[in-house]
């Protein structure tokens, strides 16, 4: 995922929002960052996912490239055109 914003302070709300979602990841920058939260739900096993590019059926296989190198992921309902796609997971077990 890119995050684009027009200055800093957009940019920060933007990986705010992510955090709280329950998303992490990487920046390439030291003073924007995306601070996760834990998630409340554990029951959560699937993520719905908008704005990937699924013009055609090589953007669905990136999609399954993707998803099956994801840990717990698996599968998703990805098709040509879809404007969302829900990703589905296994529920981690405690420990």
């Known amino acids: 995922m890119t995050v684009k914003a027009n200055d800093d302070d957009t940019a920060k709300k933007a990986l705010a929002a992510i955090g709280r979602a329950g998303d992490h990841g990487t920046s390439n920058s030291k003073k ?10 554990k029951k959560i096993t699937d993520r719905k996912v908008a704005g990937l590019h699924l013009c055609c ?11 099956s190198s994801v840990d717990g992921a698996t599968g998703h309902d990805a098709a040509k055109g879809a404007k969302v796609v829900t990703v589905k997971g296994k529920k981690k077990k405690k420990g």
Do not use: N, P, T
């Open 57 to 67: 059926g090589a953007c669905v296989k990136a999609v399954d490239k993707v998803v």
């Open 32 to 41: 924007l960052v995306i601070r996760a939260r834990k998630a409340k739900d």
